[in-house]
């Protein structure tokens, strides 16, 4: 059954008539728990309480299915317009943001020329950037511009997703370029034949992940609301004398946020994945596609209406 309702909202996610509407009928249907709302100032006052209960945060422009150079220069142009933001509101804000978005199913120039545009301005303002890892069939991809980009900047990082059988190797590959990455279980449906099936499986190579890529001396963002990693990790850092300094945890805003604020006391680093932006919807059908306890709480959002 919960194999049922992930594959129908992970459908659901990519449905491009459904994503129109959802831009048109604005926030609604509790998406408003998962996304700070459609506007910059929407993500500055978010981003400002979270900073003020001492989380981190990582902010997302939403936006998927760009397919022209117009959209994705705009997308970029948004990216910009939260820079500028973080920067003149002395946030303590990161950016992420998706290849796709800047372009990666158009062109490889079109993608390089915003993905500069965005690390400079970023790069003078001290903002963090991260490429988000998207579906399977962009992971080599988006690993190659990373690299040429990681050889231009020291502000860019990028995600690796525990589900994928080739992320261990891809580790080792990476090794040399001393890079920041966040580690993540994986979002999309993948077919067997590239991705571990059972969960029990994905769990076990996570932690096999986190330990490679934080014993090779690197910079390791645990993105997980998993008590389970989060348990492990804590253990692992401890044998190993690895400071804090080293690695942070992430969580998504609106999931578990006591759990946030726990971490923080404890002494951790926390940062919280911040989306906003109109194209809110096939963000918000992943949440639900993770875990059919949000699917009942936007229920019971939707009756109360
Ligand atoms: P799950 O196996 O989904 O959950 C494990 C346990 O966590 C559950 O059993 C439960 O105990 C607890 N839990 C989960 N949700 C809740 C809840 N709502 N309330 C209470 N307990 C809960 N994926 C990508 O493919 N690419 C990316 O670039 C990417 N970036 C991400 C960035 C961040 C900051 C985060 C947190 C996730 C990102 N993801 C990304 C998504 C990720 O791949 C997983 O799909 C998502 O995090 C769910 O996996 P999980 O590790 O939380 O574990």
């Known amino acids: 059954m919960e194999q049922l309702m992930r594959d129908f909202f992970l459908f659901l996610s990519k449905n491009k008539t459904l994503t129109k509407l959802a831009k048109q009928y604005g926030l609604r249907f509790g998406a408003s728990r998962f996304v700070a709302g459609e506007t910059i100032d929407d993500a500055v006052r978010v981003i400002r309480q979270l900073n003020e209960k001492g989380l981190a945060v990582t902010v997302d ?4 299915f760009v397919d022209n150079e117009r959209e994705a220069n705009e997308m970029a142009r948004h990216c910009l317009e939260a820079i500028e933001a973080i920067s003149r509101e002395k946030l303590n804000s990161q950016l992420s943001l998706k290849m796709t978005s800047m372009g990666l199913d158009i062109s490889d120039d079109l993608v390089m020329r915003n993905m500069r545009r965005i690390l400079d301005v970023a790069k003078q303002r001290g903002v963090f950037v991260t490429i988000d890892m998207e579906d399977y069939s962009r992971c080599q991809k988006t690993l190659d511009i990373f690299k040429q980009l990681k050889k231009e900047y020291d502000n860019v ?149």
Do not use: C
């Open 61 to 64: 422009y939403l936006g998927e």
């Open 157 to 305: 990082g990028t995600v690796l997703q525990a589900y994928l059988y080739r992320t261990e190797k891809d580790i080792e590959d990476l090794k040399s370029y001393r890079p920041n990455l966040r580690l993540v279980k994986g979002a999309y449906k993948e077919s067997p034949e590239v991705a571990f099936p059972e969960k029990k499986d994905v769990d076990e190579n996570f932690k096999k992940i986190i330990k490679q890529h934080l014993l090779n001396g690197n910079y390791t963002a645990v993105a997980t609301h998993d008590d389970a990693i989060i348990e492990y990790t804590k253990q692992l850092v401890k044998e190993y004398n690895i400071p804090n300094s080293q690695f942070e945890f992430q969580m998504l805003y609106g999931i578990r946020p006591e759990r946030q604020i726990e971490l923080v006391r404890e002494g951790y680093t926390m940062r919280v994945y911040v989306p906003y932006g109109t194209d809110w919807y096939g963000y918000f059908m992943r949440r639900l596609a993770e875990r059919p306890a949000n699917v009942a709480f936007v229920l019971k959002g939707i009756i109360r209406k």
